[in-house]
C-alpha cells in the first residue's frame, strides 16, 4: 500500500502564485511515474503534469509554460509549481503515483480556487 498527503493549495487571485506538495509513503519502489491530476466541477479529472523517477516530465498543454512539476526522490515527495494562475485553473488538484508492480495510488486532493 502507499499513502499520499497533499499539501498547499488555496484562494489565490489571478496572475499570482500557488505550490503544491505531495508527499508519499508505504511501499514505494524506485520506479515509478508521480502526477498531478485535476477535477473542476462537473467535469473529468484529467492529467496536468506528470514525472518519471528518472526525471522525463510530461505537460498538459493548458499549462505549459506556466506549471512546473518536480520531484524528490529522496522524500518521495513531488512539487508542483503554479505559476500565472487562471480561473479555469480551479479545481481540486490530486496526487497520483504509478508504479509497476503495484498499481496506481490516489491522495485525497486539495482544492486550488483562483478568484479576485
Known amino acids: 500500500q502507499v499513502q499520499l498527503v497533499e499539501s498547499g493549495g488555496g484562494l489565490v487571485q489571478p496572475g499570482g502564485s500557488l505550490r503544491l506538495s505531495c508527499a508519499a509513503s508505504?511501499?514505494?519502489?524506485?520506479?515509478?511515474?508521480m502526477g498531478w491530476y485535476r477535477q473542476a466541477p462537473g467535469k473529468e479529472r484529467v492529467l496536468v503534469t506528470s514525472?518519471?523517477?528518472?526525471?522525463?516530465?510530461n505537460y498538459a498543454d493548458s499549462v505549459k509554460g506556466r506549471f512546473t512539476i518536480s520531484r524528490d526522490n529522496a522524500k518521495n515527495t513531488v512539487y508542483l509549481q503554479m505559476n500565472s494562475l487562471k480561473p479555469e485553473d480551479t479545481a481540486v488538484y490530486y496526487c497520483?503515483?504509478?508504479?509497476?508492480?503495484?498499481?496506481?495510488?490516489w491522495g485525497h486532493g486539495t482544492q486550488v480556487t483562483v478568484s479576485s
Open positions: 508505504g511501499n514505494i519502489f524506485s520506479i515509478n511515474v
Open positions: 514525472i518519471a523517477s528518472g526525471g522525463s516530465t
Open positions: 497520483n503515483i504509478y508504479q509497476y508492480p503495484g498499481g496506481s495510488y
